[in-house]
């Protein structure tokens, strides 16, 4: 990768891929696109930024041709929770978002990496250990959007040679920018509401376990399967990546550690817990490890010690 176009830069994941990324390949090799403009975003004043709506084909095609990007990472989407509230409204932007990216790739003759996800999984899929190659079957429109998604990226790939490279994601955990409207969101919001208000009240179930990463481990899978050798890219879309399996009582348990008062109540939101038992419980990444070495460093316990710092910091309270 040498000159790299994020969307969706404002997101989740864009805000601090896009740090990473310009620490790697240098702030003007990363143009940040977002729909938004924010200018207090570390990721629109550290670098090259543009405002971007994916669902526009021509401007995101002129951006990455000025820019002569090699490398577009498409992350602008719309997640599970919501999706499930604006059906169509996620269908527009996570579909034709991608068109537009696939598009804009095969016509400049350049990389894209997107994002899967563990709700490309449905509740016919094994839920253990869940096989690279499975079942999919999902019944939300963010999991169909990303069944679709997985086979456009090899369509494009088998029929035209783009290089399309993409990972399944599991629910990330980070604090640098919030998620917008996902079902793992409560794995974020648990540890702020820890350091700000010492309890926190779960919109999933007790016992409901979903595969988690810290974002480190998230942003370096990006960079690693990106610079990896085609060759060994044997399933190049929607690798399984996976680090931990987390149900709420196991993150409370391991935040106790740290803040012995927390509390942990639950309010159950039955859309959201309806989305969560249809993912798996754990997914099998040796696909990944076996083609281009990804290894998850953070575990539970340097994930809590690390968030729960970086929050305190943040927060100061
Ligand atoms: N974190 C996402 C969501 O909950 C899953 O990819 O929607």
Redesign the pocket.
């Known amino acids: 990768m040498k000159r790299i176009l994020v969307t969706g830069a404002l997101g989740q994941i864009g805000t601090e891929l896009v740090i990473f990324l310009r620490k790697l390949y240098g702030e003007n090799n990363v143009i940040a696109t977002d729909i938004r403009y924010d200018k207090t975003n570390v990721a629109v004043n550290s670098g090259p930024f543009e405002v971007l709506d994916v669902t526009d084909g021509e401007k995101m095609f002129q951006i990455t041709k000025r820019y002569k990007v090699d490398v577009v990472i498409h992350l602008a989407a719309m997640?599970?929770?919501v999706a499930e509230q604006k059906p169509l409204a996620a269908w527009h932007l996570n579909m034709n978002g991608l068109m537009n990216a696939l598009e804009t790739a095969k016509e400049l003759g350049i990389q894209l990496f997107t994002p899967s996800?563990?709700?490309a999984f449905g509740s016919s899929t094994p839920k253990e250990q869940t096989p690279q190659d499975t079942i999919q079957r999902p019944t939300t429109m963010?999991g169909i959007n990303k069944v679709a998604g997985e086979l456009l990226c090899d369509y494009y790939h088998m029929k035209y040679g783009v290089d399309t490279r993409g990972v399944r994601?599991p629910?990330?955990i980070s604090c640098m920018a919030p998620?917008g409207g996902?079902?793992?969101?409560y794995a974020v919001e648990i540890y702020y509401a820890a350091i700000e208000r010492g309890r926190y009240e779960s919109f999933i179930e007790k016992g409901t376990y979903l595969d988690m990463m810290y974002m480190p481990d998230a942003l370096q899978g990006v960079v690693q399967l990106m610079e990896a050798d085609p060759k060994k890219l044997k399933h190049r879309n929607a690798y399984n990546i996976a680090a931990m399996s987390l149900e709420p009582e196991v993150i409370a348990a391991e935040i106790r550690k740290h803040i012995p008062t927390f509390v942990l109540d639950y309010k159950v939101d039955p859309a959201r817990q309806a989305i969560a038992d249809s993912w798996p419980n754990a997914i099998d990444d040796s696909a990944a490890r076996e083609e281009w070495g990804f290894h998850a460093k953070y575990d539970l316990e340097n994930m809590t010690s690390d968030i729960l710092e970086k929050i305190r910091g943040k927060v100061k309270v």
């Open positions: 997640l599970s929770a996800s563990i709700g963010y994601f629910g990330l998620p996902g079902t793992t969101d």
